[in-house]
């Protein structure tokens, strides 16, 4: 993956840190350092070195010769959703979604052609994909993806679509594009989306969009069900209703923060007075 930064600022050594860390995912949750150095494409003398400076930064651990991240790895995602004050208001509301509907609820942003889940609260049912904070999937294949997608201009979703998938399974042989842009018009005109085991068997979501203080589709939020428990009927009738109300309600909120008073107060000088 060497020397792949076009720009003459580009640090080939952060890009090949950040690889070590993106190599560990939920098949391959410990790894040896040979393992990590095949995944990344790095010498094992180059992958042993960022490990163990991940190690000592806290993100990596060892044991019995193999590597692991840690808990700490967490506060690199969440640092990006606690600055949108995103999950801090959304968290009540989807509680409160998933009380009333007794369904899973996640929210997800768009990050090239793949969705990223930025929030989520879930119940204990047998669904056929494992889902946590930082779990991406292709965007065409999901009701929040196709909810993100509907919402850009004709030139960014080419862009988008463009883009390979780096969620890390099969290649998607699915709708052609042009029915796939017909029914993005449909999402956006109507204001959500349904995938119906689109993504894997058994797996039936409907989604809607979460809007900024500007309008603007920033995130989407889904109910997701298991499709032999819930018809695609009820989930419409019975969980949409819910689902359009708190991702409203979720904007709102949210426009109020973003258009709240910043003050920035600086440290006291020297001499004991403040400055602005």
């Not at 819930?230 to 909120?253: F, K, M, W, Y």
Request: charged share 20%; net charge neutral; with cysteine.
């Amino acid at each position: 993956m060497a020397g792949r930064g076009a720009g003459p600022d580009f640090v080939e050594a952060l890009a090949r840190g950040l690889d070590v860390l993106a190599c560990f995912d939920a098949d391959h949750r410990s790894m040896s350092l040979t393992e990590v150095a095949t995944a990344t494409g790095l010498a094992r003398p180059t992958a042993r070195r960022l490990l163990l400076t991940l190690e000592e930064l806290g993100f990596v651990r060892s044991s019995g010769g193999s590597f692991s991240l840690t808990p700490k790895v967490l506060t690199l995602g969440m640092a990006y959703v606690g600055a949108l004050g995103l999950w801090d208001i959304a968290r009540p509301h989807l509680e409160d979604l998933v009380a009333r509907t007794g369904e899973s609820s996640s929210m997800a942003q768009l990050d090239g052609s793949d969705i990223v889940y930025v929030a989520r609260v879930s119940v204990p049912k047998l669904i056929a994909l494992r889902v946590d904070i930082g779990t991406r999937f292709p965007a065409v294949q999901t009701s929040q993806g196709k909810v993100l997608l509907a919402a850009l201009s004709p030139d960014e979703l080419h862009a988008t679509l463009a883009e390979p998938s780096r969620a890390g399974l099969p290649p998607y042989i699915g709708r052609p594009v042009e029915r796939l842009r017909d029914e993005l018009t449909e999402i956006r005109a109507r204001g959500w989306a349904l995938a119906d085991e689109e993504l894997a068997p058994g797996v039936r979501s409907v989604a809607v969009p979460v809007r900024d203080h500007t309008g603007v589709v920033r995130a989407a939020m889904n109910v997701t069900v298991h499709a032999a428990e819930t018809t695609t009927e009820r989930l419409l009738q019975d969980h949409l209703p819910l689902l359009l109300r708190t991702a409203g309600n979720v904007s709102a909120e949210w426009a109020l923060w973003q258009s709240r008073p910043h003050v920035s107060v600086a440290r006291p000088a020297g001499n004991g007075s403040a400055t602005a």
